[in-house]
C-alpha cells in the first residue's frame, strides 16, 4: 500500500513536470518559427557557452582566462538581444520558461538544502491528501478567506437566540481575525491553539479550510480530517501487526505536522483506547509547539460530558474557544439559489 502510494504520487509530479517541460518546448518552437532570429541567437549563445568548457582544457592559464572573459561578454551581449527580441513580440524569458506548480523544487518533488537533498513539503502534502482522501482538504479551491462570505450572518443581535451579546456578524468578523492571527502566529509557542463550537451549518468547516489552505501558502503541512476516520486509523494502526515504513510514517505525522484540523469532534464512536489516543495526539502535539485545531458541533457542557478531564483540561487551557452562532448558511444559500 505505502510503495504503492509513493509510486502514484511520484509517477505524477515526473507526468506533470514532463508536461510542462513538453509545453514550454512547443512554445518556444513556435515562437522560434515566426521569429528566427531568436533562434540563431540562442545557437550562438550554446556556441560559446560550449567553447567556454572546452577552454578549460587550455594549458596556458592566462590565454584560458582572456578567452573566457570575452567569450563571456560577448554571451551577455547576445543575451541581451536575445531579450530586445523577445520584448519585440511581448514576450520575455520568463514566458517561454515551463510553468511548473511547485517553484521550490521545480515539480521534482525534492528540494537541495545546501548540501542536503530533501523531499519537498508540496510532494509531502500530496502523500498526505492521497492517505487522507477523506479529507475536505480538496475544496481549499472553493473554500478559503477569498470566497468566505459573511454577508451570510445576520447584523440583528439577539441574545436571547444565539446566547452572546454581539450580533453573528460581529461575531465572525471577530472569529475571522482569530483565525487570521493564528495563521500568522502558528509557529510562537505562546499562539493558542483553536476549538471552534457551535451548530451545523455555520461555518466551522468552512473557515477550518480557509486556515488550511493559508498554512499550505505558508509552505507548511496539514492533516485535515473528521474525528471518526482519524481515531479509526490511529486505533487500526496501533493494534495492526503488519505495519510497514510508510504506514508509520503516516501515523506519526498525526503529532508532528505543523497543522492537525480534527473536523466534527464528538461523533466518533469513542471506547477507553480511543480516549487514550485522542489524549496522546493533543498531549504530545501541545508539548511539541504544534498546533491544532478542533471543530465540533457539540457544546461545552457536551464536551464535558463526553470526555474526562484530561482531555478537557488540554482543551481550555491550551484553546481558543470560538462560538458560531447564526443561521444555518446552508439552508440560506439553498434559498438564493
Given at each position: 500500500m505505502s510503495n504503492d502510494v509513493y509510486r502514484k504520487i511520484k509517477r505524477e509530479y515526473e507526468i506533470k513536470r514532463q508536461n510542462e517541460i513538453e509545453k514550454a518546448k512547443l512554445k518556444i518552437q513556435q515562437v522560434y518559427?515566426?521569429?528566427?532570429?531568436?533562434?540563431?541567437?540562442?545557437?550562438?549563445?550554446?556556441?560559446?557557452a560550449l567553447k567556454i568548457t572546452r577552454n578549460i582544457l587550455n594549458s596556458d592559464e592566462i590565454t584560458r582566462q582572456v578567452e573566457e572573459e570575452n567569450m563571456k561578454n560577448k554571451i551577455e551581449k547576445l543575451e541581451k538581444k536575445y531579450d530586445i527580441e523577445l520584448s519585440k513580440i511581448g514576450l520575455s524569458r520568463e514566458d517561454?520558461?515551463?510553468?511548473?506548480?511547485?517553484?521550490?523544487?521545480?515539480?521534482?518533488?525534492?528540494?537541495?538544502?545546501?548540501?542536503?537533498?530533501?523531499?519537498?513539503k508540496c510532494f509531502k502534502q500530496a502523500l498526505l491528501n492521497e492517505s487522507y482522501k477523506q479529507s475536505n482538504i480538496n475544496k481549499l479551491d472553493e473554500e478559503n478567506f477569498d470566497t468566505f462570505d459573511i454577508g451570510f450572518y445576520s447584523s440583528k443581535k439577539d441574545k436571547e437566540k444565539y446566547g452572546i451579546d454581539k450580533s453573528p456578524l460581529e461575531n465572525i468578523e471577530c472569529?475571522?481575525?482569530?483565525?487570521?492571527?493564528?495563521?500568522?502566529?502558528?509557529?510562537?509557542?505562546?499562539?493558542?491553539?483553536?476549538?471552534?463550537?457551535?451548530?451545523?451549518?455555520?461555518?466551522?468547516?468552512?473557515?477550518?479550510?480557509?486556515?488550511?489552505?493559508?498554512?499550505?501558502?505558508?509552505?507548511?503541512?496539514?492533516?485535515?480530517?473528521?474525528?471518526?476516520v482519524l481515531m479509526d486509523k490511529v486505533i487500526e494502526y496501533k493494534f495492526s501487526y503488519d505495519k510497514d515504513i510508510y504506514e508509520k510514517e503516516q501515523y506519526n505525522k498525526i503529532f508532528y505536522v505543523d497543522l492537525l484540523i480534527i473536523d466534527d469532534l464528538g461523533t466518533e464512536t469513542m471506547s477507553n483506547n480511543k480516549f487514550t489516543e485522542l489524549f496522546n495526539i493533543i498531549n504530545t502535539r501541545?508539548?511539541?509547539?504544534?498546533?491544532?485545531?478542533?471543530?465540533?458541533?457539540?457544546?461545552?457542557?457536551?464536551l464535558y460530558q463526553q470526555y474526562d478531564e484530561r482531555v478537557m483540561s488540554r482543551l481550555i487551557g491550551n484553546f481558543t474557544i470560538c462560538k458560531f452562532v447564526g443561521d444555518d448558511i446552508r439552508l440560506k444559500k439553498k434559498k438564493i439559489n
Open positions: 518559427s515566426k521569429n528566427p532570429r531568436l533562434e540563431e541567437i540562442e545557437k550562438e549563445i550554446n556556441m560559446l517561454l520558461n515551463p510553468k511548473y506548480e511547485c517553484s521550490l523544487c521545480n515539480d521534482t518533488g525534492v528540494v537541495k538544502n545546501g548540501d542536503i537533498i530533501e523531499t519537498c472569529i475571522k481575525n482569530i483565525a487570521m492571527n493564528f495563521v500568522n502566529n502558528i509557529d510562537l509557542p505562546e499562539q493558542k491553539n483553536l476549538l471552534f463550537v457551535g451548530n451545523t451549518g455555520l461555518g466551522k468547516t468552512f473557515l477550518a479550510n480557509c486556515i488550511a489552505k493559508k498554512v499550505l501558502e505558508m509552505g507548511k503541512t496539514v492533516v485535515y480530517q473528521t474525528a471518526p501541545l508539548l511539541n509547539n504544534k498546533k491544532i485545531l478542533i471543530s465540533t458541533n457539540l457544546t461545552l457542557n457536551e
